[in-house]
Antibody, heavy 120, light 111 residues
Framework: QLQLQESGPGLVRPSETLSLSCTVSGASISSDDSCWGWIRQSPGKGLEWIGSIRSGGRTYYNPSLKSRVTTSIDTPKNQFSLQLRSVTAADTAVYFC????????????WGQGTLVSVSS | QSALTQPPSASGSPGQSVTISCTGTSSDVGGYDFVSWYQHHPDKAPKLIIYGVTKRPSGVPDRFSGSKSGNTASLTVSGLQAEDEADYYCSSYGGSDNFVVFGGGTKVTVL
């Protein structure tokens, strides 16, 4: 069974870079043109797609966050990562990683989520 | 990127049905059969309940069904049960420039 687990600091200072990793178990992150993504939920708000990365390295970003986001894949560690630069309090959220089914474009497996607070 | 439009809330008594709409445009919902729905209980991971507009993943009860007409997709929960009380989100592929777009979410209350 595919499992995903987010990890990273729970507190980031304003203007700094938020960095999270997602460790995948039960499947190779580089198999069969797989696609992986990051989604967040700010307090009291809905789900917001941040970005996705395919196993070959092609990336897709939410246009509203594109200037601050980078995603990458670490094949030996079977992980993918998120960097969000110049964070503000508005970036405080629960961050989820998930697998995106390439053929039908749904997130079929999710991590449990990790809360990241932006505060000085 | 504009979110898909969902009603903020919906409710029904146990055993009744509730239908949630998800309105987009011809560039997302109306343009592709890549609409999915997620059930989200607080402090848990969202759960995929419908993909490809109408398909149910293994293990999802057939009380959950999806459909689409034009630019609007719908999720129907039949035979409401207490455990169906949750937030529900739709999502659609929106082309290479709008790879994934979510709706604002609908809170379903079982009365």
């Amino acid at each position: 069974q595919l499992q995903l687990q987010e990890s990273g600091p729970g507190l980031v200072r304003p203007s700094e870079t938020l960095s999270l990793s997602c460790t995948v178990s039960g499947a190779s992150i580089s198999s069969d043109d797989s696609c992986w993504g990051w989604i967040r939920q700010s307090p009291g708000k809905g789900l917001e797609w941040i970005g996705s990365i395919r196993s070959g390295g092609r990336t897709y970003y939410n246009p509203s966050l594109k200037s601050r986001v980078t995603t990458s894949i670490d094949t030996p560690k079977n992980q993918f990562s998120l960097q969000l630069r110049s964070v503000t309090a508005a970036d405080t959220a629960v961050y989820f990683c998930a697998r995106l089914a390439v053929s039908t474009r749904e997130f079929d497996f999710w991590g449990q989520g990790t809360l990241v607070s932006v505060s000085s | 990127q504009s979110a898909l439009t969902q009603p903020p809330s919906a409710s029904g008594s146990p055993g009744q049905s509730v239908t949630i709409s998800c309105t987009g445009t011809s560039s997302d919902v109306g343009g592709y059969d890549f609409v999915s729905w997620y059930q989200h209980h607080p402090d848990k991971a969202p759960k995929l309940i419908i993909y490809g507009v109408t398909k149910r993943p293994s293990g999802v009860p057939d009380r959950f069904s999806g459909s689409k007409s034009g630019n609007t997709a719908s999720l129907t929960v039949s035979g409401l049960q207490a455990e169906d009380e949750a937030d529900y989100y739709c999502s659609s592929y929106g082309g290479s420039d709008n790879f994934v777009v979510f709706g604002g979410g609908t809170k379903v209350t079982v009365l």
